[in-house]
């Protein structure tokens, strides 16, 4: 690779102002000074200093976040968004993101650059399954298993796939859907005469939100990790 392409690929400068730069001695690679910012390296192996910092190479980024309440789940809005609550390192990368949530709803969300990955994960054709917790108004009823089971009708031309319900107590339970349409769980209790409260997404997939990260609070993920998503 170029290590132009390598340095802009991070999001550390244009290749233009590289190039000014590399001419300047601004550009050291296993530390030798490079004025050629057209040089190939290999950007796994290579160490590579430009303007006096050390450039760490990496293909994509994965992100897990523990979305809060009052949040947009949104690159970009007039209201605060998922993107403010990153670190301004990470603002400057175009993040894409799998399986929004509403802007009073919490829980597991996931950003990355990688746009075809996050593309399959919410890609109802993969039937990746999610995981809520949900608090209801009122008492679960004995029939909402066989309804969930059966699908909900929420609209006419749309019925939802089967999906599951676990309950914990009277008001509250598990939800489990393979499919991520707009406001879906809460519609389909709004369908069975009852409101949610309370919604927080716990797990995509195989991968469940960290216990240790609280609303607002986010981690890096490794490649590996996302891929077990959709195995």
């Known amino acids: 690779m170029r290590v132009d392409k390598m340095i802009s690929s991070v999001k550390i400068d244009t290749r233009k102002n590289i190039k000014r730069n590399a001419k300047k001695g601004e550009l050291i690679i296993n530390g030798e000074i490079e004025k050629d910012s057209s040089k190939k390296i290999d950007p796994l192996k290579d160490e590579i200093i430009y ?3 050390v450039v760490e190479y990496f293909k994509d980024l994965y992100i897990m976040m523990n979305k809060p309440k009052g949040v947009i789940s949104s690159t970009k809005d007039k209201e605060e968004t998922v993107i403010d609550l990153l670190d301004p390192f990470y603002q400057k990368f175009n993040f894409n993101i799998a399986g929004r949530l509403d802007k009073d709803s919490t829980g597991l969300l996931i950003l990355s650059t990688n746009g075809k990955l996050i593309h399959d994960i919410i890609s109802p054709n993969k039937d990746i399954e999610k995981k ?4 209801l108004k009122d008492p679960i009823k004995d ?3 066989e309804k969930f089971e059966q699908g909900i009708e929420l609209s006419k031309d749309f ?3 089967p999906s599951k319900i676990e ?4 008001k509250s339970c598990y939800v489990y859907i393979t499919e991520g349409k707009f406001h879906q769980v809460k519609r ?4 069975l ?3 949610v409260i309370e919604l927080k997404r716990v797990r ?5 939100l960290d216990p240790h990260l609280e609303e607002g609070e986010y981690k890096e993920l490794t490649e590996d990790e996302i891929m077990n998503i959709i195995k």
């Open 51 to 53: 303007m006096g910092e």
């Open 159 to 161: 019925v939802t796939k």
């Open 204 to 208: 995509i997939g195989n991968l469940s």
């Open 132 to 135: 809520y917790y949900v608090k």
């Open 143 to 145: 029939d909402y298993k």
């Open 167 to 170: 309950k914990i107590d009277d």
């Open 188 to 191: 389909m209790f709004e369908k």
């Open 193 to 195: 005469d009852n409101e």
